[in-house]
Nanobody, 118 residues
């Protein structure tokens, strides 16, 4: 059974930084591409960033240059370092495995709330 546990969210002022983490179990993490998604109130969940098994990264235009995704295969953990945060980054952040979603496995963790406000 796949488990995804996100952590590290919180309240941060505009322009600040925050790092969120996601630890996965029940999968072969080292051979799985991983991704971060977010869902703001009243909006659909959107892809923020992904990282391949070879550590190639890709970002949504809205976060390019401000966010950095990374992974630690020894800890089965993927990170999202967020900098220059804006109020519009406020959302619940989730990680997941893109290829499982593509196969129709629509299970998610509880997410971690990030609120950017003064």
């Amino acid at each position: 059974q796949v488990q995804l546990v996100e952590s590290g969210g919180g309240l941060v002022q505009p322009g600040g930084s925050l790092r969120v983490s996601c630890t996965a179990s029940g999968i072969r993490f080292s051979i799985s591409d991983m991704a971060w998604y977010r869902q703001a109130p009243g909006k659909q969940r959107e892809l923020v960033a992904n990282i391949t098994t070879g550590a190639t990264t890709k970002y949504a235009d809205s976060v390019k240059g401000r966010f950095a995704i990374s992974r630690n295969n020894a800890k089965n953990t993927v990170y999202l370092q967020m900098s220059s945060l804006k109020p519009e980054d406020t959302a619940v952040y989730y990680c997941n495995i893109p290829h499982r979603l593509a196969q129709g496995f629509d299970d998610w963790g509880q997410g971690t709330q990030v609120t950017v406000s003064s």
